[in-house]
């Protein structure tokens, strides 16, 4: 039998090397990556600010995005060593697209910078989320993925408690809610059941693939019980995403069997998959045996938006409407049926991940995002063609991403949700990377490279951690600040600290017809006007602007027709509805 060479370095050893990156600007990377999942997770700021379930997100995935980025880039030399180059290309001609789009599309440039009330989904949430997902492939391995599924498990215990005190009414928040009462740290109850779904899916790697009792009576029950509250919150999405996710975690597993991995039982299998997708997605569409339990009337209006973001596609296919401004012209694009049966709906987001970057960036920004997901699911491929064991932890993230992607065709965008998508991509495009060049490197006697001063390395890492994740909190808080003055101005009743709130940058669509709304009540039709007029010069394609200055001008005058005009060129289909 052979014996290992006593000098031989250790698998994490090897792994530093190859990445070429300080361990101890791997251990921070690794700690802030953790940190920006569990503080995303849970972060609102009820009786702060109007917005306190997106807006404080972006201030932490900007915040803590920057730090890792900072260190990550510490050693310019060591990250271009160590980074895939082809993750890094996509992302910087995603980021490039973004630019172009922020510079020369139609629409509110403060909206699409910061993102919509409601929302916060442009640029400079995209800029946060692909820095998590470079620095995530950075530190990728197999230590920090069973890390990484641990403080998942983590988090779901907590958001299950919540979603427990919500059902039965016991929340200690009184939240202005028009959903199911279950919404968890969320606030909808689609992306909260789609995170209980992640967390099953979790669970369910970790029970099949550890084959620990003692674990699987803990999962079991937080599995059963997320599966009810699922339930309970009227989403199918959540339940979608679990029985997709973990039948893929269950077709890894089974093919590695050493009875049952073969190819007899994993074609059936696969063949028994895919028919029960194709059910589902004809019961989806209210066709099937299934049509009664997966139907929704949503499903109808995701059709209408679908068909929306295609026509913005082809009518701005260079840099769509702009970054997160789909509401602006849902109305001018809408189907005439969706003008017919829901005159009066609007929404801001095209109810797909991907159509919502076609329509908001055009045809590139659709076709990098596709790219990205492609790549992903390339290094997966590779990853399992090398690896033929079950390994738990790198289940876990599979389904995480699998279960983010599916969601990702019938969901809109949200912060709370995309964290998940975008650093388990890094994770898996990561592993792959780094388990590649690992292979290639044979066992040495010591480590090359030259003798670094721990204690001075690790003093200016912090350094370089706290500026950037200044840096990184800063933009986004001005943002928050306003938000939260907005706020203490409508609670005070006074009518001129709100118009000076209001008009504060960066301002909001939201806030200016928030505005106009309690002016109007307040019969301050002049005031009202005049923050109108200011709406219409921050956004020109603003429907709801146009509306009101209609309704506030006199029948017949020249601002009454310009009013009328522009809302039928927004709204062509108005007259019919």
Known sequence: MIQPDKHQISRLEIYRSVMNLDAIQTKYIQFILLSTVVVMAVSIT?????????????VVLDAFAMTAIGLALFSFRSFIASVDKKFLVLNLLFLIQLTIVLLFAPGNKSEMFFGTFGRNTGYLAYIGLIGIALSASLVANDNFLKTFSKVVITLWVGSLFYSVLQKFGADPFDWNNPYNSIIGFLGNPNFQSSFLAFCC???????????????????????????YLIYSSGSVQGLLVFLGSSGVIFFLFLRSHKVLGKKIFTFAYLSLFLFSTLVAVFGA?????????????????????????????????????????????YFKYRPLRAA????????????????????NGGIPLFAIHILLTAYTLFCVVMYLRREKGFNSGYAA???????????????????????????????????????????????KKKLSGRVVNRKKNSRNLILVALCSGIVGAWI????????????TALVSR??????????????????????????????????ALDIV??????NPTSYTGWKYKMNLSEIGSPAYKEAMSKLNELDPNRKQS
């Open 201 to 227: 899916v979790v669970g369910f790697a970790l029970i099949i693939g550890e084959r620990n009792k003692f674990h699987a009576a803990l999962l079991a029950p937080l599995i059963v019980i997320s599966l």
């Open 46 to 58: 009820p009786n702060i600010s109007m917005d306190p379930i997106n807006l404080p997100r972006l």
């Open 397 to 443: 993230i599979i389904g995480i991403w699998i279960g983010y992607e599916l969601q990702a065709l019938i969901s809109i965008n949200n912060l709370g949700i995309a964290i998940w998508g975008w650093i388990t991509m890094g994770l898996l495009i990561g592993i792959h990377h780094n388990s590649r060049n690992l292979e290639k490197i044979a066992p």
């Open 533 to 538: 007029e200011f709406m219409l010069i921050q």
């Open 285 to 329: 569409l209210n066709k099937g045996p299934l049509a009664s339990f997966l139907y929704q009337d949503s499903v109808r209006q995701r059709g209408f938006y679908w068909n929306t973001a295609v026509s913005m596609m082809r009518d701005f296919p260079l840099f769509g409407v702009g970054l997160d401004s789909f509401g602006n012209w």
């Open 494 to 527: 006074d009518a001129n600290k709100l118009i000076v709130a209001t008009k504060a940058n960066p301002s909001t669509s939201y806030r200016n017809i928030s505005t106009v709304e309690a002016l109007l009540k307040s019969q301050l039709n002049n005031q």
């Open 476 to 487: 986004p808080g001005i943002a928050f600040m306003a938000d939260a003055n907005y706020r």
């Open 340 to 359: 017919e049966l829901t005159p009066n709906v609007s929404t801001n987001a095209a109810h797909n991940v991907f159509l919502d970057f076609g329509a």
